[in-house]
């Protein structure tokens, strides 16, 4: 993925993935991305959607060795029956873009 440093309004790391550091980051106009960092670079897709909590759910049911070592109190990786469509909606979406990279 290209991102410019000026479309990322943070960076954190918040697990890891067969030994590589994966990282959230916060796009600026609300769009969360979990990424594993692979080879040095920070650029292996594994989920995205405007909630931080449906991006990592998104990329641990993608991804089940997928340690995560931060958690915020209000995200967490159950998600609610009324929430299933719309983490349907993004898992497509993640899908999507991951088929054109």
Request: charged content about 25%; proline content about 6%; some cysteine.
């Amino acid at each position: 993925m290209d991102i410019k440093p000026h479309e990322v309004a943070y960076k954190r790391r918040i697990g890891q993935l067969d030994n590589c550091p994966v990282y959230e980051i916060g796009m600026i106009g609300g769009l969360h991305l979990i990424v594993a960092a692979k080879g040095g670079k920070t650029g292996e897709l594994l989920g995205m959607a405007p909630r931080p909590g449906v991006a990592l759910f998104i990329a641990k049911n993608k991804n089940p060795n997928l340690e995560i070592t931060v958690l915020d109190k209000s995200e967490h990786l159950l998600i609610s029956a009324a929430a299933r469509p719309f983490v349907e909606e993004w898992t497509n979406i993640t899908d999507q873009v991951l088929a054109r990279l």
